[in-house]
């Protein structure tokens, strides 16, 4: 089980907002890491739609933002459209373990 | 136009090897971190590791579930990335990306581009 916990699922009307939440501990986000989150529509690779806790790649819409307090980090997802139905994982660093890519457990989106 | 193009996937025995190889394009690869995360089928992303770049002596790094048993390289001459499997397990089922780390970040670096990843099945 991964030191990141996301809940497994959330879900919104078209045009509502829905936030994801990334919890961690000391060892990882509270201890100052940045949080990276990514999308991955079915059957696909997994595209990075914030870095550094709250910057947009260029061609990430502005209706994604990231954000990041204390030992949490939380994505937000506005204006919600069909094609955002997807899963999203949040990445961090975390000092007590080998290696340094953690990924969150995962949160699939579904538009109602 | 970035492109990342995994190869190498297939079934194996357990306690069998396997190597991935991964051919980049489109972008300096010798700038780059390169990672590589697996997926286990109906299962989140799992980080594997990582080779640094030429600035940063090369240094790898690797997740506790395979350290020991699998080894990444690079060879920035024919742009390209690879990992050794060895001592497979079934638990290392999953479809193995081959992902570029965003210039300018470490612990961890983003990923900003991923090839379309290829399957390793670990099965007697």
């Known amino acids: 089980q991964s030191v990141l916990t996301q809940p497994p699922s959330v879900s919104g009307a078209p045009g509502q907002r829905v936030t994801i939440s990334c919890t961690g501990s000391s060892s990882n986000i509270g201890a100052g890491y940045d949080v990276h989150w990514y999308q991955q529509l079915p059957g696909t690779a997994p595209k990075l739609l914030i870095y550094?806790?709250?910057n947009r790649p260029s061609g990430v819409p502005d209706r994604f933002s990231g954000s990041k307090s204390g030992t949490s980090a939380s994505l937000a997802i506005t204006g919600l459209q069909a094609e955002d139905e997807a899963d999203y994982y949040c990445q961090s660093y975390d000092s007590s373990l080998s290696g340094s890519g953690v990924f969150g457990t995962g949160t699939k989106v579904t538009v109602l | 136009e970035v492109q990342l193009v995994e190869s190498g996937g297939g079934l194996v025995q357990p306690g069998g090897s396997l190597r991935l190889s991964c051919a980049a394009s489109g972008f300096t690869f010798s700038d780059h971190y390169m990672d590589w995360v697996r997926q286990a089928p109906g299962k989140g992303l799992e980080w594997v590791g990582r080779?640094?770049?030429?600035?940063?002596?090369?240094?790898?790094e690797y997740a506790a579930s395979v350290k020991g048993r699998f080894t990444i390289s690079r060879d920035d001459s024919k742009n390209s990335l690879y990992l050794q499997m060895n001592s497979l397990k079934t638990e290392d089922t999953a479809v193995y990306y081959c992902?570029?780390?965003?210039?300018?970040?470490?612990?961890?670096?983003?990923?900003?581009?991923w090839g379309q990843g290829t399957l390793v099945t670990v099965s007697s």
């Open positions: 992902a570029r780390g965003y210039s300018g970040y470490d612990s961890p670096p983003p990923l900003d581009y």
């Open positions: 080779t640094r770049n030429k600035a940063n002596s090369y240094t790898t």
């Open positions: 550094g806790n709250s």
